[in-house]
């Protein structure tokens, strides 16, 4: 194999590798959901404490964010990805030791803290590698690897059902522990150019001076709207869509599970690459077709919400659920590489964990206040056609970021 061909391969190399991490990152964020059984058997706690323990690794990851997006700014980004890898691994593999429910709270607090670094570096990686028409695609890939992480979170209940909710921290703990360690000699970060914007951007970045430079660009702060709005919609639809299905249509807890999360993530993962893919092909006849696909998308997305809800046939209600769901991936395919657009290589992955932090923080609220409403006798129906207005208003915000001209050049 030539220089040449290495070099068009490392791109791809870096993006396979990468989706190993994004798996096993939600795979050991998630797994714990699945065992309650086992773990409330083996440490007793109340309902209330149980899910306390998700809720602490949500606020933890929520609020670190932005600074973990400001350590890849700063820093190495291949070299915060190996670190927050092998922390979270270790800490997977910790919590394999925890005795009582203050232990486990502090390991779901790290946990937090630890993955916090991830997402925001490996997605600036890959647009340092991915400059070209291939950006769509290749965030798709990665993205397909955090779906396939969530879908994937049932092994851990298998895993304590088959041995004990021990056993599978130890496996995917020490599983990421040597994954890091191989990786050191893999992962690496872009080759660095010698012009002069590589030059400043390889300037070191204070935390304060990147938040009054995000923050004063106004392109960035409509990307800011419009992914608190999509995250809002997100969490309820995951959150009580399996409620839904049961109670319109009648159905058992295990068929309104299968129905909201079989088909649903399959979607996904089918729509962040199709997604990508139709984006970084459109890309070469226009340089805004990574704003005009989740556009488009979200434009279909809010009819499929409103058609779901208001059918009374169960076939009528998945399909358009499938839709929604297939569409709105493609937000999810291109948000760094529209992020890439208004925001340069300085403050990308800073930017990516304000993100973060706000679709963090506005979803759990949008989860809570869907069971307020529920509480008040509204029921899901009527909240998901508010979601299908809320992806409106979405879809309004992407038509008001205004590509940098400078930035619009790499597509």
Known sequence: MTIRSISKFRPWLIVGLLFIIALLNY????MITTMRSSIVGSIPMSDAEFGLLTAVFLWVYGIFSPFAGFLADRYSKSRVILFSLFVWSLVTW?????????????TRALMGISEACYIPAALSLIMDYHKGPTRSMATGIHMAGIMAGQSLGFLGGW???????????????????????????????????????????????KFGLSLKVLFSNRSYLFIVLFFALISV?????????????QEKFHLSQTQAGIYSTG???TAA????????????????????ARIWVPFIGLC????????????????????????????????????????????DGRYRATGYGVLNFCGTLVGGIGLYFGGALRDADINLDVIFQFASLLIILAALCMLMVKPSPNLLAEK
């Open 300 to 343: 279909l997305a809010a009819p499929a919400i409103f058609i779901a809800n208001y059918s009374s046939l169960l076939a009528v209600s998945l399909v358009c659920f499938i839709l929604y769901t297939f569409v709105k991936s493609f937000t999810d395919t291109n948000t760094m590489p529209i992020l890439s657009l208004v925001v």
């Open 94 to 106: 910790m919590t394999s030791f925890a005795t009582s429910f203050h232990e486990l709270l502090l």
């Open 269 to 288: 993962i089918v729509g962040v690459l199709v997604g990508g893919a139709l984006t970084d092909m459109w890309s070469r006849q226009n340089k805004k």
């Open 263 to 265: 088909y649903v993530f």
């Open 159 to 205: 895993l304590a059902e088959d041995h004990s909710w021990n056993y599978a921290f130890t496996v995917f703990g020490i599983f990421g522990i040597c994954y890091s360690i191989i990786l050191i000699f893999l992962l690496k970060d872009a080759p660095k150019s010698h012009d002069k914007v590589t030059e400043i951007v390889a300037e070191k970045v």
């Open 27 to 30: 795979i050991d964020r998630t």
């Open 233 to 245: 919609v997100s969490w309820l639809i995951v959150g009580w869509l399996p409620t839904y299905f």
